[in-house]
């Protein structure tokens, strides 16, 4: 049973997608709750904020990403870094959503992990009448990378909180899984001994401790 004085995660979350599909807006309506009508391109921002999932507090740590190619160089870092993974087009693009097979090959290259947690996200769902991608074809899309697929509007916040909370759920699962190993590779519950399992993870500190924002 976990403790009611179990100190809180940090978790790392990348925002990544082509330009202009809407980053930036998702994450500043996330975090800010303000919606941004002017397209002002990112170089690299980044947010950080509290929350609560499932009754665990978890500190965000959320990096809004450039979308042009400009500025790829700094992809590997970020995604070495990163837990888990926004990956964001525009309904209205079908191109967008084009770009988002080589940004999940990237990921799952340099992490060397199949199953990083990722959420696909179809913004800008306000404008149906605009609408390029059908949503079943993304559908399938998400389906083969075996991640959830969600339409949302940063405009309307529709699906705004549950693509972040999702996302969230996800890591926790992961950062739960590897606590549980321990570092002769013998899981805590089942005594089973994982072979090649490279993603152990033991927290020596218990963690970060929250800090009211
Ligand atoms: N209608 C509508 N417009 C949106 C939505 N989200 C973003 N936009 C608009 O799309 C434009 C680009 O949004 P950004 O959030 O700056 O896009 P980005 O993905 O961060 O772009 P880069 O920083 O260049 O990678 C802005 O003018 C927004 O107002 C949405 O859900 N609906
Ligand atoms: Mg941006």
């Not at 002017?38 to 009754?55: G, L």
Request: glycine fraction near 8%.
């Amino acid at each position: 049973m976990r403790s009611r004085f179990e100190p809180c995660r940090e978790l790392h979350i990348v925002v990544l997608g082509a330009g202009g599909v809407g980053k930036s807006c998702l994450t500043a309506q996330f975090v800010h709750n303000e919606w941004i009508e002017s397209y002002d391109p990112t170089i690299e921002d980044t947010y950080r904020t509290q929350i609560n999932v499932d009754n665990r507090q978890v500190v965000l740590e959320i990096l809004d990403t450039a979308g042009t190619e400009q500025f790829v160089a700094m992809r590997d870092l970020y995604m070495k870094t990163g837990q888990g993974f926004l990956l964001v087009f525009s309904i209205t693009s079908g191109s967008s959503l084009g770009e988002l097979a080589q940004l999940r090959d990237e990921i799952i290259r340099i992490k060397d992990d199949e199953n990083v947690p990722i959420v696909i996200v179809g913004n800008k769902a306000d404008l149906e009448d605009q609408r390029a991608v059908p949503r079943a074809r993304a559908f399938s899309i998400s389906q083969q990378w075996g991640a959830p697929y969600y339409e949302a509007s940063a405009r309307t916040r529709r699906n705004v909180n549950e693509v972040f909370i999702d996302l969230c759920r996800q890591m926790l699962r992961k950062d739960d899984i590897s606590d549980d190993v321990n570092d002769d590779g013998h899981d805590k519950n089942d005594g089973v001994y994982r072979i090649g399992r490279k993603k152990r993870r033991r927290r020596k500190d218990g963690g970060t401790r929250c800090v009211l924002l």
